[in-house]
């Protein structure tokens, strides 16, 4: 490799190597099940010991959402064991493949080395990207897959964007709410045909719903599944299962402590506690351990601000780069203002973080053009470095003294 291709792929493979690195450190603390790795880390066994989701007892055991996420957690078991290093480590990868995915899209979008550095450089200093990639949850694959079905759209390959839209649809419901945005960021209006808006449908409906039908091959050829003789016939068991599904979503409007409005995630509002201990036997008097998922607050604060200027810079003259980023928004986080009554957490925005990160990115774009001195942005790069590490400690569960955990709460809400 010459000199030239060296010095153009160094800095990635060092992102790259930095994100894995604190993906995969003490992956196996703190011991035991986290928050939902209760239900998805034991789901995900018996998945792969039996092919659908059964309790201890061996009985069929209702769940709320598709197979798929879990099925990718249960791989890290079939080849790690059942255990917390087996259940955490394809988020692990998945995450840290998400640093590379998102360095791809800006230099599609961007043709900037700089500028997709520097996106894969942010990712990798999120806090919530961190707690998210170090536990055995499905919404680091969810995001995974939506970003790669945006990818896929830049690639031109809307067929293969479809199917994993549909991917991300059997990992989480909430992904086919950019199935109407998908189909609008692919049709060019001035030139439209409704055979385009026909081949939309074919890629962007019947084959996401073909995708999801198959993640359900474990519970569709296994007698054991949970209301697998509802109905009369395989189809009406299924749908019977969705409808208990959706009522259970539909249902759940129960107050939680860590319970969070979607008008409160982006400016972190009430950021989910996964885990917390005060252990007696680290040389303070008082200390504290959490795993507190939480976005790094210099990244995400500056993000609420370069949303609105990507929203501007869309007003006032359409552009593909600005549409593209507020497709990405829109479908990740407007459709929860919608269904306000139910249970939500902050953490369900790991899916808008990498479009977030990319208003980012279009705004110093739009500011190297105007002439900013790159040294500006490589200074607010080690402004969010300096934040992420300061944040570090509570976002693995180390443990520290109660009187540096609570520095660490600056918003009473945080608490």
């Known amino acids: 490799m010459n000199k030239s291709r060296l010095r153009e792929f160094a800095p990635i493979t060092l992102i790259l190597g930095f994100a894995l690195t604190l993906r995969l450190w003490r992956l196996n603390q703190p011991k035991g099940y986290i928050f939902d790795e209760i239900y998805y880390a034991k789901n995900a066994a018996s998945l792969i010991n039996d092919g659908v989701e059964l309790n201890a007892q061996g009985d069929a055991e209702f769940v709320v959402h598709p197979p798929l ?29 998400s640093v590379l995915l998102i360095f791809m899209i800006t230099k599609s979008l961007f043709n900037s080395l700089f500028l997709s550095n520097t996106a894969a450089a942010l990712m990798s200093l999120d806090g919530l990207h961190l707690v998210m990639s170090r536990v055995a949850l499905l919404d680091i694959f969810l995001m995974f897959f939506i970003l790669l079905a945006f990818y896929l759209i830049l690639q031109n390959n809307l067929w293969l964007s479809g199917v994993v839209i549909g991917v991300a649809g059997a990992t989480k419901w909430s992904a086919f709410f950019l199935i109407p945005l998908l ?14 808006l026909v081949k939309r449908i074919a890629q962007y409906i019947l084959t996401p719903l073909g995708i999801y039908f198959i993640s359900w091959s474990g519970w569709i050829f296994n007698s054991k599944g949970w209301g697998r ?38 400016v972190l509002g ?25 976005g790094t607050p210099m990244l995400w604060w500056v993000g609420v601000f370069a949303i609105a200027i990507t929203f501007g810079f869309f007003v006032s003259k359409p ?3 600005s549409a593209f980023v507020l497709a990405g928004i829109a479908g990740t986080y407007l459709p929860w203002f919608f269904i306000q009554d139910r249970t ?72």
Request: with cysteine.
């Open 69 to 97: 996420g879990k099925w990718l957690i249960g791989l890290g078991i079939k080849a790690f064991g059942n255990n917390e290093f087996g259940w955490r480590i394809s988020a692990a990868l998945v995450g840290s493949a």
């Open 183 to 196: 189909i609008l960021l692919t049709i060019n209006f001035s030139k439209f045909h409704w055979s385009i």
């Open 229 to 266: 003789d509802s109905g009369s016939n395989l189809f009406s068991s299924l749908w019977n299962y969705h409808r208990e599904i959706i009522t259970f979503h539909r249902e759940l409007t129960e107050a939680h402590a860590y319970a969070a409005n979607p008008w409160s995630w982006l």
């Open 270 to 294: 009430r950021p989910t506690s996964f885990y917390y201990q005060t252990p007696t036997n680290c040389g303070a008097s008082s200390c504290s351990q959490e795993i507190l998922a939480i």
């Open 319 to 321: 552009d593909r780069i």
């Open 344 to 415: 939500t957490f902050y953490f369900y925005s790991i899916s808008i973080l990498p479009f977030l990160i990319l208003s980012v990115i279009n705004l110093m774009n739009w500011a190297l053009n105007k002439g900013l001195d790159r040294r500006y942005l490589y200074g607010y790069l080690v402004l969010v470095g300096v934040n992420f590490i300061y944040f570090l400690p509570i976002l693995i569960g180390l443990e520290i003294p109660y009187s540096d955990w609570i520095d660490r709460m600056w918003l009473p809400s945080w608490i």
